[in-house]
């Protein structure tokens, strides 16, 4: 967004700053100033160029259609220069390059003037025509000037000329009060401390008054959430003319090209007060506005002569019959001023920022008016705004306005009510402020004050700022007005915040895991969400009906949205393979889509792929392969890191894993942890074993206790006791684990399997069970009869609810 220093200068007093100056107010208020340009009206701004008079003019002896002239340019003696103008003449006034000059015909064409022999004459000079300067077309002869100017005055300041200093500001998105040189004004008027004018033109404005209403038009609007304020006003017999000198430089400053008097001050308006205005030809409105949405799929032309397709959801500004203009993005290409209208409509709304945000993406169109209607205008600066433009139309075009002021809006948007602590001021600066000086502060930013106590205030922030609704957000504007420059730093860094943190964080905990599974020697991996249809045809595990298909797919092998992680994490594993990698601990952090009656349905998980060895062969040891064990141990131990209590365990096999466990936790299951099913490695080229886990990873986070309970280390010493079970060959350790935990509550603090035996030593259908317990008492030290005691229970225990042997 650009800004003319010589516009802002209008609006509120900087004759004393610098642009260099400006330039850092504005950075350091929020508005972010990334370059700082010079323009001048003329280019070369006529440097070198003087008023001259002519004493003498003579024929040259060597050709006819040449003169030999004297000129004063103020100085000791006047010069000689040699001119072909046929109408120059002794007695004269004109503009006069001299020695050294730089001349620009044209923006791309430059020559200098140097001393010269013409014909055999010196000349010093050169007595310029309009087009020779780039002051205009005409070559038909020099400019002979009527004024009282002094010999020797510079040329640019006979014609007035006004260079000009332009900011190129980087406009954040929650900073469209910034998005006008009002809106710049109102950040240097409490900057610098000096009154702001209400507009640049305000003898103008205060002229506004309704001649007559001859020409009323009715304004109906459809839905008053898309369109909360809607205002217009008409302007019978105008005269569409080029603009004055004065607008026309106002525009071209900040890269605007003029087109008539009526654009230009819509165009004029919007950059000066950020509100968006737009005429139409009264012809074309007939007596009647209607807005209204699009019919789905009608086509609509605009101001760029493209045929467009609406969407229903593209809000629009119609007459009786037809539409034309999309609301607060594009005109249509009928209903605009062009050099025969006589009479205008002039439009000044309040639109909702996501309609008019949506219809910009939908159709690839950015504007001036949608970059300021989408981030959110103000819904008070409507009728300014209008007053203001029929004022200048009327000034400017001729005419009369024909109509009062129509207005519609129901609703009116309120001010944001905000109460503040100056405590937590203090404290989020990090440096006490005095409370007048906050106060000072805020209503310069027109934030208003509507009770104070010694410890807060309630404030009250108009809407057009829309990024000021929180305390902390007040707080933000005290510092960028304060200064950020102005708060000393501590000898240590610290930071602080208003806001509570959410107990969980689904990034934190995930950054947890990552750094834990990380730490175990697994990579992270990130694969494609989209996969081919094979894998949920040819498994009874996967519905291929709950299948979300790609409508325009890119290739056939990439036609559906995963339903299962299994299969991207065993491409990554076949590909590392194919390239001799064949040890591979990875897991990935991503989504399953699911065709539910319901609707479609996204799923968040976990997925741990260990395959290979986990430990490299040495002089020392023998590479040990990868087992379930290795990734089942990875699981539990992210159950322990996320504190996840109650989770019991059972045995399946499937057709995506031959055997293997499956976690329950609060009647949910959380977790599957097996041995990949070759039927299915294979669909992805992968044949040798690799053990899998899928988590739950929205369960988990659901599941998540930050409250851990920590409790003494014990002083006293624990022992370990062993037993040998045999059992049904069906029977499982976590049955046992289970028993255990149950008959010993107080002494049992760890119970381990060492070995597991099935052979010829026992008969068909039992299998043995080495088992370790650990016993502890944290008050006293055990002694034989509570551990017997202890021991005995469990022995019980094991021959009654499992019909184990207890071999001695």
């Not at 001048?40 to 003579?58: D, N, R, S, T, Y």
């Not at 053990?691 to 739950?696: L, Q, T």
């Not at 037993?723 to 069906?730: A, Q, T």
Request: hydrophobic share 40%; charged share 25%.
């Amino acid at each position: 967004m650009k800004i003319s220093l010589n516009w802002l200068g209008s609006l509120v007093d900087i004759e004393d700053k610098t642009p260099q100056e400006i330039d850092e107010l504005l950075t350091m208020s929020g508005l972010e100033v990334e370059g700082l340009e010079e323009v001048e009206e003329v280019k070369g701004g006529l440097k070198g160029l003087v008023v001259g008079e002519v004493l003498e003019c003579e024929q040259h002896s060597n050709a006819d259609k040449l003169k030999v002239t004297k000129v004063d340019l103020g100085g000791e003696e006047p010069v000689q220069i040699v001119c072909g103008a046929p109408n120059v003449a002794a007695g004269q006034k004109v503009i006069v390059a001299t020695v050294g000059a730089e001349l620009f015909p044209s923006p791309t064409e430059s020559f200098k003037i140097k001393k010269g022999k013409i014909r055999g004459e010196v000349s010093m000079g050169m007595i310029c025509a309009e087009d020779e300067i780039g002051l205009g077309t005409s070559h038909d002869g020099i400019m002979v000037l009527d004024t009282d100017l002094p010999n020797g005055t510079p040329a640019a300041k006979y014609f007035n000329l006004e260079n000009d200093n332009v900011l190129e500001i980087g406009l954040t998105p929650n900073r469209v009060d910034g998005s006008s040189h009002y809106g710049a004004a109102r950040d240097l008027k409490v900057l610098l401390d000096r009154p702001i004018k209400s507009v640049s033109q305000e003898e103008i404005f205060n002229k506004f008054a309704v001649d007559n209403n001859n020409a009323p038009v009715k304004v109906n609007v459809q839905d008053t959430d898309a369109c909360p304020r809607y205002s217009g006003i008409t302007i019978s017999g105008i005269t569409v003319k080029e603009s004055p000198k004065w607008l026309k430089q106002r525009l071209t400053s900040i890269g605007l090209a003029p087109i008539n008097n009526v654009v230009d001050i819509t165009n004029f308006v919007l950059h000066e007060l950020g509100q968006p205005l737009h005429a139409f030809d009264l012809a074309k409105v007939g007596n009647e506005i209607n807005v209204k949405f699009a019919t789905e799929g009608e086509e609509f032309i605009t101001l760029d002569e493209e045929k467009r397709k609406l969407k229903g959801n593209d809000l629009m500004i119609a007459n009786a019959s037809e539409n034309m203009c999309i609301a607060g993005v594009f005109g249509g290409i009928e209903s605009g001023v062009n050099d025969a209208t006589t009479s205008v409509f002039l439009e000044s709304a309040y639109f909702h920022p996501d309609v008019i945000r949506k219809t910009s993406q939908q159709h690839s169109i950015k504007t001036d008016a949608s970059f300021r209607f989408e981030r959110g205008c103000d819904p008070n600066m409507t009728i300014t705004a209008l007053k203001y433009a029929a004022a200048l139309i009327k000034e400017l075009a001729g005419g009369e306005i024909s109509s009062e002021i129509v207005d519609v809006y129901p609703k009116a948007i309120e001010n944001f009510v905000i109460d503040v602590k100056f405590k937590n001021v203090d404290r989020l600066i990090g440096q006490a402020i005095p409370q007048e000086r906050v106060i000072s502060i805020l209503e310069g930013l027109d934030i208003s004050i509507l009770e104070r106590t010694e410890e807060t205030i309630k404030v009250s922030v108009p809407p057009y700022r829309v990024d000021v609704q929180r305390e902390a957000d007040i707080i933000e504007e005290i510092l960028r007005i304060y200064g950020f420059n102005s708060v000393e730093l501590s000898e240590s860094l610290s930071a602080d915040f208003l806001a509570s943190f959410p107990k969980k964080d689904k990034q934190i905990l995930q950054r947890k895991v990552t750094e834990m599974l990380a730490g175990s020697g697994c990579h992270e991996i990130m694969t494609n969400s989209l996969t081919t249809s094979k894998y949920s045809t040819e498994l009874g595990d996967l519905d291929a009906d709950k299948d979300v298909k790609i409508l325009n797919i890119l290739s056939a092998d990439l036609d559906v949205m995963r339903q299962s992680m299994m299969f991207s994490g065993l491409e990554v594993i076949n590909h590392n393979i194919r390239r001799q990698q064949k040890n591979v601990r990875v897991f990935e952090f991503g989504k399953t889509y699911h065709k539910e009656e319901s609707g479609y349905e996204e799923r968040e998980h976990l997925s741990i792929f260990v395959s290979g060895t986990s430990t490299d062969e040495s002089w020392i040891r023998k590479a040990t392969a990868s087992d379930f064990h290795t990734v089942s141990s990875l699981v539990e131990k992210i159950f322990d890191r996320l504190n996840i209590q109650g989770v019991s365990v059972e045995y399946i096999n499937n057709d995506t894993v031959a055997y293997g466990l499956q976690y329950t936790a609060r009647k949910q299951v959380i977790a599957t942890v097996g041995l990949v099913n070759p039927k299915a490695a294979k669909l992805t080229g992968v044949k040798q074993e690799v053990f899998y886990a899928d988590i739950d990873w929205s369960a988990l986070v659901k599941m998540y206790s930050a409250d851990y309970k920590f409790k003494e280390i014990p002083k006293f010493p624990e022992v370990r006791r062993d037993l040998s079970l045999v059992l049904d060959k069906k029977a499982t350790f976590a049955s046992i684990k289970e028993i255990a935990q149950k008959t010993e509550r107080k002494l049992l603090k760890n119970i381990n399997v060492f070995d597991v035996y099935e052979g010829k030593h026992l008969s068909a259908g039992l299998k043995s069970y080495s088992v370790s317990f650990i016993l502890q008492d944290e008050n006293k030290t055990l002694n034989d009869k509570a551990i017997d005691k202890a021991m005995n229970g469990l022995i019980k225990a094991f021959e009654t609810q499992l019909n184990a042997v207890i071999r001695k």
